[in-house]
């Protein structure tokens, strides 16, 4: 089971779980943008950039490269059109600022055992 939860909610996400007698292992993942990102940029935040837009829905690569190629700037522009900034293709200081508010959200892997 996949599920969006902000970060706070861990321990009450947990302890709802175990007060229904359900044994769960959660593992969580933050994303984290600091560099200016640009068309042809690789590496760990290209690949963390383009984890968090498939999971917000943007990116539809089949995998996820950690280059920034035409997938990667396509589901840029869709996020920054979706959030009313303009669509340049670029992780700028306003979109970055918008990804660093997501940010706070983290992927739980909910999985019983």
Same mark, same amino acid.
């Given at each position: ?6 970060? =706070? $909610?861990?321990?009450? @996400? ?6 229904? *007698?359900?044994?769960?292992?959660? +593992?969580?993942?933050? /994303? ?11 590496? =760990? $935040?290209?690949?963390? @950039? ?6 917000? *829905?943007?990116?539809?690569?089949? +995998?996820?490269?950690? /280059? ?16 009313? @900034? ?8 306003k979109t970055r600022a918008k990804l660093k508010e997501l940010s706070n959200w983290i992927k739980f892997n909910i999985a019983k055992y």
């Amino acid at each position: 089971m996949l599920c969006i939860f902000f970060l =706070k $909610e861990e321990e009450s @996400l947990w302890r709802y779980f175990f007060r229904e *007698g359900t044994n769960i292992k959660i +593992s969580a993942e933050k /994303y984290v943008f600091t560099a200016y990102l640009q068309p042809g940029s690789k590496g =760990k $935040e290209v690949r963390n @950039l383009q984890n968090l837009l498939k999971n917000l *829905g943007y990116f539809n690569y089949p +995998s996820l490269t950690g /280059y920034w190629g035409s997938a990667t700037s396509k589901a840029v522009k869709d996020f920054q059109k979706a959030y009313g @900034l303009e669509p340049v293709s670029v992780i700028g200081p306003k979109t970055r600022a918008k990804l660093k508010e997501l940010s706070n959200w983290i992927k739980f892997n909910i999985a019983k055992y």
